[in-house]
């Protein structure tokens, strides 16, 4: 009865003491065994049986136990194959060896445990191999699957970048329809006015103020786009950092009415960055206003906001530090995570530091908070400065 889980082992020999020795040696232990005299017959039935182990005498009467060896790793690489050799053949056998690994039995065999024990480690060896396979599969059915989860976290992520960037829009919309309706009332007056004079000369003067007031609404507008504007759709490119950081900080301003005596930037000139302009002054966006309404729901005498950038060797740190009213050193290892947040309900989603944190790590860099109660906070932020 065949018993495709048992080894199978054949032995290839022209000497019949030597086919009995093995036949003797391993008949109790489970094995499969074929016994063959002639290399033609054992190439033959290679090609046709499933062979764990080959055992063959270097000088066959018909060809060399090399060649049988040779067939047996062509047809199956993973056969393992002892060659029983006299000394006087044993270079030609390391030679042969060298090619494929397999082990050799020296002539005379005397001794049998030798005998047992290669034959076990050229089977152990096997299974070692096809476990190491197996994992091998194993390993890069997982990979494959963690690409695609990786993929697919990447789209979930950009996906809620923009998620969260568009209702920061719409915590940011009353002050900006503020902002707006200004210049606008400012507007219909003079048209108004225009409309009752007579006088062309005042009447172009109202016109000049009209086109003022209808630039620093398209200014605001302009800063809205871009910051709604999908990253998808934009390229890394180097950016002016100055500039990106006075918008966001405007943006902010105008928004939470706060202050823009509260608030210090100061950044080295030409200071700039590789990346999407929209992220970096989401990442602003995000910090400062944290920081505003830190500074004011803090205690301090003295409400400020400042945000620093330089180059330190080959980074770009920038540092967003308030004097608000802190965060306990049990929350701080909490504040990037996913809708953490202290705030009333319908006041923050918790989502404005982790997005921070993602666009920072996307782009190599670190971020680092620092805060003392009641007296303030400091984070920081490292990009790798890039070329040029
Ligand atoms: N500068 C800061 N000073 C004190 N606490 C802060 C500061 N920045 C963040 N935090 C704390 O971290 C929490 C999480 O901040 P995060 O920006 O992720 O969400 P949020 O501000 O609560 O909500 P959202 O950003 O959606 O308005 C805040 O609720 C606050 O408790
Ligand atoms: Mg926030």
Do not use: C
């Amino acid at each position: 009865m065949e018993n495709s889980e048992l080894k199978h082992i054949l032995v290839v020999d022209d000497e019949d003491v030597i086919l009995e020795l093995f036949r003797t040696l391993f008949h109790e232990d489970g094995y499969r065994m074929t016994f063959l005299r002639e290399g033609r017959d054992a190439v033959d039935f290679l090609r046709r049986s499933h062979v764990d182990l080959v055992i063959a005498d270097k000088n066959l009467q018909d060809m060399s136990g090399i060649e049988v060896a040779k067939v047996a790793k062509k047809v199956d690489p993973l056969t393992e194959v002892i060659i029983i050799t006299a000394f006087a053949s044993l270079d030609t056998v390391l030679a042969a060896m060298e090619l494929d690994v397999y082990d050799y039995m020296l002539k005379p065999l005397r001794n049998i445990f030798d005998i047992k024990k290669k034959v076990r480690q050229a089977l152990a060896k096997q299974d070692m191999t096809l476990e190491n396979q197996r994992l091998l599969r194993h390993l890069q059915e997982h990979a494959r699957k963690l690409e695609a989860a990786l993929e697919e976290r990447k789209r979930v992520e950009s996906e809620l970048i923009q998620s969260e960037k568009l209702a920061g829009i719409g915590t940011l919309a009353a002050g900006i329809a503020h902002e707006i309706s200004s210049p606008l009332f400012g507007i219909l007056g003079l048209a108004e006015a225009i409309l009752d004079e007579d006088d062309t000369e005042l009447a172009r003067r109202y016109a000049r103020e009209i086109v003022d007031y209808s630039k620093q609404i398209k200014d605001i507008v302009q800063e809205l786009s871009v910051y709604s504007r999908t990253a998808k759709h934009e390229t890394p490119s180097r950016i002016d950092l100055v500039r990106v950081v006075e918008d966001a900080v405007r943006m902010v301003v105008r928004s939470k009415k706060t202050d823009p005596a509260w608030i210090r930037v100061d950044l080295e000139a030409g200071l700039s960055l590789v990346a999407r302009p929209s992220e970096i002054q989401q990442t602003i966006v995000n910090l400062v206003k944290n920081a505003v309404e830190a500074v004011e729901a803090g205690s301090q005498s003295e409400p400020l906001v400042r945000v620093t950038g330089r180059h330190e060797n080959d980074e770009v740190v920038l540092q967003v530090a308030d004097t608000g009213h802190g965060i306990s050193p049990q929350q701080v290892e909490q504040v990037f995570d996913p809708f953490f947040t202290t705030k009333d309900v319908g006041k923050g989603t918790g989502l404005g530091l982790h997005i921070v944190y993602r666009i920072v790590t996307k782009y190599g860099g670190t971020i680092h908070v620092d805060s003392v109660e009641q007296q303030g906070t400091t984070f920081t932020l490292r990009f790798p400065a890039g070329d040029g």
